[in-house]
């Protein structure tokens, strides 16, 4: 009888969890999700490609999720609140309802700086939050860094 390889029976029927997994757990607690060593994982991430796809989507996906969440913080946001009061019959402990109330408010959430900034630097080649005293900084900082490679030759 042929045997069955753990990477079969452990990690293969859970491709699709992993792809999920990866926006809220590292490599190592997957890994332990499995019942497998961390590098017991990391041989089967190089021996079996469907693992590493299984990674790279749950990371792509993951990116794009935090790319949305970014723009949104980015912009500014309305966020609904709602909030449920229960008027009961007699003592609450029984659990009988009469009737409920249901508020709903929007909280504003303004616009991040810091997020605008993050995302022109990385998402649009033309912008540049370099001003003059900034370039200067780092041409002096090259400067001293040729020097240094220089002297160590």
Known sequence: MPRICRYDELVKPYLKN??????DLTEGQIA?????S????????DKYP????????????LIEE???????TA?????????????????PADGKIESADVEVNKQWYPPNVAAANM???NLDDTWSDNDAATRENKKKQLEIQQQKADNAI
């Open 18 to 23: 992993i792809t999920e997994w990866v926006s």
């Open 50 to 61: 469907e693992l590493q796809d299984a990674l790279t989507k749950g990371n792509q996906n």
């Open 75 to 91: 912009k500014g946001y309305y966020k609904e609140n709602t909030k449920t009061r229960y008027h009961y019959i007699g003592d």
């Open 38 to 45: 961390t590098t017991t994982f990391k041989a089967y991430k």
């Open 66 to 72: 935090l790319k949305s969440i970014m723009k949104q």
């Open 32 to 36: 332990r999700r499995l019942g497998v």
């Open 119 to 121: 995302l022109l630097k």
